[in-house]
């Protein structure tokens, strides 16, 4: 079975600051990882996602995640973020597998203000 | 972009009543799956389903649970005995393969039990 700790339950930053959501994972065996976005009234959209090969892997609006195996983490970064960025965001994990269930963390509120 | 729709966004219902959360997945998608998130915790797994049948189910999803494709077009969620414990949202997610990076999800129902 696996786990994920997401220690921060909302993250305030002002626009243009650097942002890092924290995401660990515990898991007996290989892993895939994700980080889901949610905007207000909106579904989980998946933001990346972490599969095999870099262990760093980009998306398409500037977040950033690298996977260490080593720290069992999989963080979420951004340079500097927007007003829009605000959401919860939820890391997740799966066995390396393809087609086991999702295991979430609880989620990070991020709260951008001007 | 294709679309997992839920409906009601948001249901209240006394404790002891029956309810049904409605979801209709992307059209050509073949897997699907509840889960939910109880206030203040982690998004949870509770069954996926695969050619008219449950494939996999967690501990949650007890005999109170049980999920439906009537139509063509419909993934229902059927709760028979409401607990105030049910209160919680109610995200539906589909996949093409069943490959748990394919996922789509919904924007949820909430369901409050009073």
């Known amino acids: 079975a696996q786990s994920v700790t997401q220690l921060d339950s909302q993250v305030p930053v002002f626009e243009e600051a650097p942002v890092e959501l924290r995401c660990n994972y515990s898991?007996?065996?290989?892993?895939?990882l994700f980080w889901y976005v949610q905007y207000p009234n909106q579904g989980l959209q998946l933001l990346l996602k972490?599969?095999?090969?870099?262990?760093l892997v980009e998306s398409i609006n500037g977040f950033e995640a690298e996977f260490n195996k080593s720290q069992t983490s999989f963080h979420l970064r951004k340079p500097s973020v927007h007003i829009s960025d605000t959401a919860e965001y939820f890391c997740a994990v799966s066995e390396a597998s393809g087609y086991s269930t999702l295991t979430f963390g609880k989620g990070t509120m991020l709260l951008v203000s001007p | 972009e294709p679309e997992v729709t839920q409906t009601p966004s948001h249901q209240v219902t006394q404790m002891g009543q029956e309810v049904i959360l409605r979801c209709v997945p992307i059209s050509n998608h073949l897997y699907f799956y509840w889960y939910r998130q109880i206030l203040g915790q982690k998004v949870e797994f509770l069954v996926s389903f695969y050619n008219n049948e449950i494939s996999e189910k967690s501990e949650i999803f007890d005999d109170q649970f049980s999920v439906e494709r009537p139509d063509g077009s419909n993934f229902t969620l059927k709760i028979r005995s409401t607990k105030l414990e049910d209160s919680a949202m109610y995200f539906c997610?589909?996949?093409?393969?069943?490959?748990?990076?394919?996922?789509?999800f919904g924007s949820g129902t909430r369901l409050t039990v009073v």
């Open positions: 997610a589909s996949s093409p393969t069943g490959s748990n990076y394919g996922y789509t």
């Open positions: 972490y599969l095999s090969g870099s262990t």
């Open positions: 898991s007996s065996v290989s892993v895939y």
